[in-house]
């Protein structure tokens, strides 16, 4: 279906029988032999006038134009012919005049004086005639034949004439001079095969039995035909290059600047490039130059109106139109145009509820229409494509295909292909849709409008389809190719915003968000602010990357709260703004976790609360509770349990660009807490610019290496480096690097650094019907250098010696020695002198709906410290209560222990909420 958002096309195919009107025919002379003839009565009456001798060349030229004369012009010759008594030309005239205007006076009047006894053929004859040519046979009627060729002309079937005409000349003047070449050359002229109608035309000025008033005309028509053909080749670019047809047009008109055909093809091309303001103001310019007569180009402003969605001017230049001075063809069309502004006023609201995906509004919409134009075509392709959108595309395509089907199977052209065609572009089959509007454009049977139409739809389908690849390769993270896409796209049309927004898209893909987000807001304001813009995702994750997430938090609530977005932008802006708002809004996180190990097992609880900003500043208050139980098997110290509880508050400073910095003081029952952080917050984005990173000094932060060393209430002080990010769309890292002073009650227990990182390779992205999944590497390293001896607040904290002896599980040459000597041993149980781990990783996740998130991973490593094979995995479920509610589960297992001398395995479970206020 083509929507009335589209320009109309209807100039393109009616101005040729426009321009080829006589508007002043030479009259009869008084004297003139005429007689009764066919009439031009195919469609309707019950009988036709017998002729039965040729008509003459003026009487043709009369009959040819029937259908361009006014009325008023039709009046005055029927009062011509009937003072002349040629009741032939009386006949015909009277009946077209009262097809127009049934209570003609006129016609009325000389209707009466005509013989109703006079020989008559019943209804019919003249396509007799034409069933005739077709079947290969002469007919004994050539003047009727061509009377009908000028009937089919007339009612807008030229390659019918043209085949008519040409079947005649074969069949009835083989060898002889045909007739009826002037006919055969407005037939060709009509059905747009400009190089034939130019070579009849030469031949007709060329032939010395020519009359001169038919080589006058054939010398006008000729001329015509050049511009048609010239215009011809240049519409077809415009339809292909809008921006090319608005220049070639310009050229065109400097060089003809008073050609009727030139002017509307200017008009068209303003208005199929969607500069209908430009077009207004040339339209009135030519207006105002014209001093007499009724406006030449009034139904060319009414069209340009009507493209421009100014249905209520539309409206009423038409019906001047209607009711003006103009060739009956343009008041037919104006008249029909009166009836589809009040449809199409109607579907247009309609089509921008489906745009916006308001089902409720396009349905309602549809209700309405169906009851007023119950048998439209434009309303029950508009039901299609609401259905369509409803989830039933399957049961809209099915019984297009049956309908499609029945037409075949009677021979008959399918009236709903461009709606077939419409339906299977929604459903993104590409390559059957672009089938379906090639054979619009390759079906004759299509009048000129559908076939025009398809044309254009035809390139803007394989224009979709290469987009629509483009976009599947930055899915998956394949720039190149895409970007390789957007050079073609942009050499053939290079003002589509289509194009122009997928050149945003892939600048955001690269990393230069801020001339993204300019591309993005200047198409945004080229578009009607009703109507759902297609790079909305791209303008929030632009903003959320640049630190501006008070912006990409109305940009991600637009996508999510207005009708017009895809289902896939909803979800996407329902995730990403979730991980937005413990950035922007106070947030509170709620924690409880198991560790368990061989050596014992730690039980935390976490909580912190971080306030709304003030000025670019906010407070984050956090505290915790560590419970410590050690395995009496393995424990070497005196006591085998401790519980800590510590505090503190953060005051952190935003700045431009998501940078930030924060000083942080806190203390537990026996220590003062301190420290300082500055970095970037993490955000979505991809290369070196978007990097997420943190520099951290923490004084006297709990040593969460070994479980006896947090029994002891072990601490460090602490600087730690640490970044994350995505070099490519495809690969994605993290890493850390850290160097600590650990104490226990102030004296040292030596110097630790280390570094670990991995890169992710992801292989299949996420989208809402598959998982993301990722393999990579993963290592870890990291070096104790312990003092020379064990401090005295260590020592005065080991059990007695047999119990050391018995946790250390040390061996007959160990169990002599005295607990002085433990000193190594000890030293290795509280932090591990190296960890060189390194091995590969496979990542799984998924987020379902927008109420569940989970994800796996597992991964083998070699321990190179301990030369030994070990693996890990993890498990993790969130489930969203809403927009601002979150629960989760996690659960891990290291085979090698987890930051400790355990060399059993360690497992970790831990449970908590978020909750954004």
Known sequence: MHLP???????????????????????????????DLPLDETKGGSEEVQRPIPFSEQELRVIRHLGVLPTERLVELVVVYDKLNNDAMCSILVRQILKRDPQNAEALRISSTLDPDEEVRPAGYLESLARMLSAG??????????????????????????????????????????????????AYQEAGQYEKATEVYQDLIQDPSTPPTVKQDAHKSLAVVAVQQKVATLRTE????????????????????????????????????????????????????????????????????????????????????????????????????????????????????????????????????????????????FRCLVEAKSGQSTEVLERLRALQQEAASKGEVFKSMDTLADVQLERKEYDNSIASYQSIIDDSRYDATMRAEATQDLLSAQQ????????????????????????????????????????????????????????????????????????????????????????????????????????????????????????????????????????????TQSLSYTTAWWNQWRLIMSARQDSVRLDDATNFLRDSSADFVEGELAVQRRFRGGYFAE?????????????????????????????????????????????????????????????????????????????SRIHVDGDDLGDSYGISGSIDYILLTETRKRPEVAIGYSGTYTRFHAESKLPNSVTRELGPPEQIRRALDAGEELRKAVAANYGREIFDSLVDPETNRHGIQLSISKRIDTTWSTYFQAGVYRDFADEAWEYTVAAGVEYWLNDHAMLYLDLRHDSDGVGSSSSDGAWQASLGAEVNF
Do not use: C
């Open 5 to 35: 958002s589209q320009l109309p096309l209807r100039p393109f195919v009616y101005l040729p029988l426009l321009l080829v009107a006589v508007v002043l025919l030479p009259l009869p002379m008084e004297g003139q032999d005429l007689i």
């Open 137 to 186: 046979k002469p007919v004994p009627d050539p003047d009727g034949a061509a009377v009908q060729a000028n009937t089919l002309m007339q009612d807008d079937r030229p390659n019918e004439a043209v085949k008519l005409l040409e079947a005649l000349r074969q069949l009835n003047f083989p060898s002889q001079p045909f007739p009826y070449r002037q006919d055969l050359a407005d």
């Open 238 to 381: 415009a339809l292909r290059d809008p921006e090319a047809g608005v220049n070639s047009s310009a050229k065109l008109l400097q060089a003809h600047p008073n050609d009727p055909i030139v002017i509307t093809f200017r008009v068209e091309s303003l208005n199929h490039a969607g500069k209908f303001n430009e077009s207004l103001s040339f339209l009135e310019e030519l207006k105002a130059r014209q001093t007499e007569g009724p406006f030449a180009y009034l139904d060319q402003l009414a069209f340009t109106h009507y493209g421009a969605k100014n249905f209520s001017e539309a409206r009423r230049l038409f019906k001047e139109v209607k009711d003006g001075a103009y060739p009956e063809p343009t008041r037919v069309i104006a008249t029909q145009m009166l009836s589809n502004i009040r449809t199409d006023e109607k579907l247009e609201k309609g089509s921008t509820a489906l745009k916006k995906n308001d089902l409720t509004t396009a349905m309602e919409v549809l209700e309405e229409v169906e009851r007023e134009f119950p048998k439209d075509p434009d309303v029950f392709a």
């Open 464 to 603: 979709q389809k290469k987009i629509a690849g483009a976009y599947r390769e930055i899915e998956n993270g394949n720039l190149k190719p895409a970007e390789q896409i957007h050079a073609e796209l942009k050499s053939e049309v290079p003002t589509s915003p289509e194009v122009e927004l997928l050149g945003a898209d892939l600048k955001l893909s690269h990393g230069k968000a801020r001339e993204a987000l300019t591309d993005y807001q200047r198409l945004k304001s080229q578009q009607p602010a009703s109507s759902a813009f297609d790079g909305q995702g791209g303008i929030a994750s632009a903003h959320h990357r640049l630190g501006e997430w008070e912006e990409a938090l109305d940009a991600y609530d637009e996508i999510i709260n207005s009708p017009g977005f895809e289902p896939q932008e909803k979800w996407s802006a329902t995730w990403d703004r979730r991980g937005l708002l413990p950035l922007l809004k106070p947030t509170l996180d709620v924690e409880t976790s198991v560790l368990s190990e061989s050596e014992g097992n730690r039980y």
């Open 663 to 739: 000083v942080s003081a806190g203390g537990s029952e026996e220590d003062v807490l301190y420290g300082a952080r500055v970095g970037r917050f993490p955000n979505s984005g991809v290369g070196w610019a978007s990097v997420a990173w943190s520099l951290t000094y923490t004084g006297n932060k709990r040593a969460d290496y070994g479980l006896p060393l947090q029994l002891l209430n072990g601490r460090e002080d602490r600087l730690e480096f640490a970044m994350e990010g995505y070099l490519h769309p495809r690969v994605r890292y993290n890493g850390s690097a850290y160097a």
